[in-house]
C-alpha cells in the first residue's frame, strides 16, 4: 500500500477474505492467520473494511486459471465485485513478490472485473525489499513458522526486524526464503507510516498446526487486541 500511495494512488477502502471456522486453511491463495484483528487494519487508517467468508477450495491446482465454481478465487472475484460497485474502485493493489500462481489469480480476477493490478513488489530482490521494509517503518510480527530453524517458542511474536539476521542465515544455509514467500512464515503489520494509529496484542496464544520434529508448523491466535496512540 506504501508503494501505490508513492506511486499517486488513494487507497479508498480494504478488502479481506477469512476463514469461515479455522484459523489456517492452508490456502494456496491466502493468509487467514491472524484474521482476527484485521478490523483493526481498517481502524487504524480511517477506511472503509470489506470481508467476505472463504467458501471455496483449490478446486484449479494449474499454473494458469480458468473459471471454477467453488475454487477459492471466485470468493476473491465477489469481494472486490461488492467493492468496485460501492467504492468505484479501479486497480487492486496486491502483495504478490515472487508467485506466478497467485499473481496470475488475482489478474485473472481483475480483467473479468476491469480492474487495474498494482503488484509493486512482483520480483523485487527480496532480501533489500525485507531490508527496505523495515527502514520505512513496517513494524510486523511473525504470526506463523513453518520452516526449518524457525521455532515457535523462539520466533513467534517476534518483529520481523529483530530476527533478520536468523532469517538471513537460514536463507543462505537452507535456502528459506528470507520474505516468506514459500511459506516459511507468516506475519502481522502492527504498525507503519499509513497508520495512524497502532496495533497492540494484549493476549495471545499458540497453535500447533504440527508439530514436526523438524520443521513444526504453529501459529499465534490473537484473543485480545486494541489500536492505541503513536508517539
Not at 487492486?92 to 472485473?113: H, K, M
Request: charged share 25%.
Amino acid at each position: 500500500m506504501m508503494c501505490s500511495i508513492k506511486a499517486g494512488h488513494n487507497i479508498v477502502a480494504l478488502a479481506n477474505l477469512k476463514p469461515q471456522d479455522n484459523d489456517e486453511l492452508d490456502s494456496y491463495m491466502y493468509q487467514t492467520v491472524g484474521h482476527q484483528a484485521i478490523e483493526l487494519y481498517a481502524e487504524a487508517m480511517a477506511l472503509p473494511l470489506y470481508r467476505r467468508t472463504i467458501h471455496g477450495s483449490a478446486m484449479v491446482t494449474a499454473q494458469e486459471y480458468v473459471v471454477h465454481p467453488g475454487d477459492e478465487v471466485e470468493d476473491l472475484f465477489e469481494l472486490l465485485k461488492e467493492v468496485k460497485e460501492k467504492e468505484q474502485v479501479e486497480a487492486v493493489s496486491v502483495g504478490a513478490i515472487f508467485s506466478d500462481y497467485q499473481r496470475l489469480r488475482v489478474e485473472n480476477v481483475c480483467s473479468r472485473l476491469n480492474l487495474e493490478p498494482l503488484a509493486f513488489l512482483w520480483q523485487m530482490e527480496q532480501e533489500g525489499l525485507l531490508k527496505e521494509m523495515i527502514a520505512a517503518g513496517v513494524h510486523a510480527i511473525i504470526i506463523k513458522v513453518a520452516s526449518l530453524g524457525l521455532e515457535p517458542d523462539t520466533h513467534l511474536g517476534k518483529n520481523v526486524g529483530d530476527i533478520l539476521p536468523h532469517l538471513q542465515q537460514l536463507s543462505q544455509k537452507y535456502g528459506v526464503n528470507i520474505c516468506g514467500e514459500g511459506g516459511e512464515y507468516e506475519t502481522f503489520t502492527l504498525d507503519c507510516p499509513l497508520f495512524l494509529k497502532k496495533i497492540v496484542i494484549d493476549s495471545s496464544e499458540v497453535v500447533m498446526h504440527s508439530d514436526d520434529a523438524f520443521a513444526p508448523v504453529a501459529y499465534l491466535r490473537f484473543l485480545q487486541m486494541h489500536l492505541a496512540d503513536k508517539p
